[in-house]
């Protein structure tokens, strides 16, 4: 378990050695071209063919469920910690920052290489359905209101707009219709399947050397801000997911991989609605690393928990 973990280590450690590296495209200007070829290519074509060849008919709405719980756990004591306990003690913008770092986690950009490598094949639909038929059509809704909420900028985007996000989103899409093509029996052709293995393939050593890219340590002076975002995302809220992804989950992979992402640290793509919405990026950006270095010691223990 443990050179597991180092291999996927090493991949992050190269983004972050990248940003040392002189004379190179920036590290914002790298992420944003592997975050859209990701987001755009690979991963579609990694959620169709694996959603439309697997066995995946009775986790379509167990894994969506649990990552809802998750979701909603991870953004109720985010809210009575930040938006109550101390709002009083910290500026609006980085409230509605540390409600994001604290709901939202890293579900597909190192969920799914975790999960990979950690259970496998028999795993590898999770973060895919986790994500994109759970998650994120509820960062696009729930997600967005907060940063309405708590953010500087003017925009005030409807509820019907959210939803016209997701509906666009190439791995909603994918999602969708990979399910679709399961549920109707139909056979996709072998060179397609190829290509789509290839590209998955690529994602996972793609995403963590964006993660790597993007990074950022947290400053000595807000470390005790960020500490409960970072242990609500990591700690609490997959102790208290554990019982009803038990209950969901009879197969101990499937169990494993929901627990898995359960327990990833923060997502990246909330420091997007960050700088669109006017909320504290750098706050967040720091939550997100400080919950990811959180993550190597409690995703080993979630990695050989006894189920």
Not at 48 to 53: G, I, K, N, S
Not at 172 to 196: D, Y
Request: charge should be neutral.
């Amino acid at each position: 378990m443990l050179n597991v973990f180092a291999t996927l280590g090493v991949l992050l450690a190269s983004g972050i050695i990248y940003r040392m590296i002189p004379g190179v495209p920036t590290p914002q200007t790298v992420r944003s071209v592997i975050g859209s070829i990701v987001l755009n290519v690979f991963i579609p074509l990694l959620a169709f063919e694996v959603l439309a060849t697997e066995h995946i008919m009775g986790d379509v709405w167990t894994v969506p469920v649990a990552s809802v719980a998750t979701t909603l756990i991870g953004f109720g004591l985010a809210f009575l910690v930040y938006g109550y306990i101390l709002r009083k003690r910290i500026a609006r913008p980085t409230i509605g920052a540390m409600i994001l770092a604290a709901t939202w986690c890293n579900a597909m950009y190192l969920g799914l290489p975790i999960t990979l490598a950690v259970v496998g094949d028999p795993g590898d639909h999770v973060p895919i359905l986790f994500d994109y038929a759970g998650m994120t059509p509820l960062l696009f809704t729930l997600g967005t209101a907060v940063c309405v909420a708590y953010g500087t900028s003017d925009e005030q985007p409807t509820f019907r707009q959210g939803i016209k996000q997701i509906l666009r989103l190439p791995p909603f899409i994918a999602t969708v219709a990979g399910i679709a093509v399961n549920a109707m029996g139909l056979e996709l052709p072998l060179w397609f399947i190829a290509a789509a293995e290839t590209a998955g393939k690529v994602v996972a050593p793609l995403m963590l050397f964006s993660i790597g890219l993007t990074l950022r340590w947290p400053t000595i002076s807000r470390t005790p801000m960020l500490v409960p975002a970072a242990v609500i995302r990591t700690i609490i809220v997959p102790l208290l997911v554990f019982p009803l992804a038990s209950l969901l989950h009879p197969n101990d992979d499937i169990l494993r991989s929901t627990m898995l992402e359960a327990a990833m640290p923060s997502m990246m793509l909330p420091l997007v609605f960050a700088e669109r919405y006017g909320l504290d990026v750098e706050s967040l950006a720091e939550a997100i690393l400080l919950s990811t270095i959180i993550s190597v010691a409690t995703l080993p223990i979630v990695a050989s928990w006894p189920l």
